[in-house]
């Protein structure tokens, strides 16, 4: 088995809840069961919904459920620069390209069926202008029409279910760097991976589809693939997906109420 250096990358926007803590778990065992690497890395990007104290009770959970790190956390506030970089070499490569949509326009257009899926010149050179002498500032996107005559076939690795093909056709022109941050959550997560040396990325089946996005980035950024692993979600008695905002199922108020490791554990599928 290979030492695989794995990482838990909670978003401090609120308390973590049951399913956190089995992802969290689970990327631990899977880093730890063969002698192997655990990082935290705080998804703190997206700075109009992050708060210093749901990032603070969040690392008081993970203590509280056993958990330790390797190195100190890596916030990806800290990494700005890092996002800057990469966004100016696809930028000078002309595979992104700025929009000034809103997100209604966006929706609009790409709700058209005789549309394309492509927003690039969706504005005549004038309305660019117009709304660039207002203080509208771009967002970033991908030109996918153009990345995909020059991308050979692509695929990654998920360790449930093997080898995967990127299907091209089904990508739009996603949003890598936001006009209010200048990065994106896939444009982040594939650098952070990737300088972090992370080899095994394990997540909730429900980014099983983003995948394919991450994997084009690598490619147009000339990094190297990690193996993933996409474990199944944990669910409420309805069969919905949990959120942070269902506060009767966080952490704190679990541990706020005694229950033990072993009490949440118990009421989370065995680790494997």
């Known amino acids: 088995m290979t030492n695989h250096h794995v990482r838990f990358a909670p978003s401090p926007t609120g308390d973590l809840h049951l399913g956190h803590a089995y992802s969290a778990l689970y990327s631990w065992h899977a880093a730890k069961q063969n002698a192997g690497f655990f990082q935290l890395r705080i998804d703190d990007l997206d700075h109009t919904r ?34 800057r970089s990469a966004l100016e ?12 949509l809103s997100r209604k326009e966006v929706d609009e257009i790409l709700s058209a069926p005789q549309e394309s899926a492509s927003l690039r010149g969706a504005l005549t050179k004038d309305d660019e202008q117009a709304r660039i002498a207002k ?51 896939d444009l982040s997560v594939v ?4 300088d972090s040396g992370i080899s095994l990325v394990t997540r ?6 983003q995948t394919s996005l991450h994997r084009l980035l690598q490619q147009l950024l ?51």
């Not at 749901?54 to 506030?77: A, K, M, T, V």
């Not at 991308?151 to 990127?166: H, I, M, N, S």
Request: net charge negative.
């Open 135 to 185: 203080g509208t500032v771009p967002a970033w996107r991908l030109d996918i029409g153009k990345i995909k005559q020059m991308t050979p076939a692509l695929y990654w690795f998920d360790a449930q279910k093997g080898r995967q093909q990127v299907d091209m056709d089904s990508l739009r022109d996603s949003i890598i760097a936001r006009r209010d941050i200048g990065a994106s959550y």
């Open 191 to 194: 650098l952070d991976d990737y």
């Open 50 to 83: 992050c708060k210093d104290v749901f990032c603070q009770r969040q690392i008081d959970d993970l203590h509280w459920l056993g958990l330790s790190w390797d190195r100190p956390p890596l916030y990806q506030s800290a990494r700005l620069h890092r996002y």
């Open 222 to 272: 000339s990094l190297p693939s990690p193996l993933y692993d996409h474990h199944a979600l944990i669910r409420d008695e309805d069969g919905k997906r949990l959120a942070k905002r269902d506060d009767a199922k966080s952490l704190t108020i679990y541990r706020e109420n005694g229950a033990t490791l072993e009490d949440i554990k118990a009421l989370l599928p065995p680790l494997s």
């Open 89 to 100: 070499f696809l930028q000078q490569q002309d595979l992104v390209y700025p929009c000034l």
């Open 204 to 209: 909730g089946a429900d980014l099983f589809a």
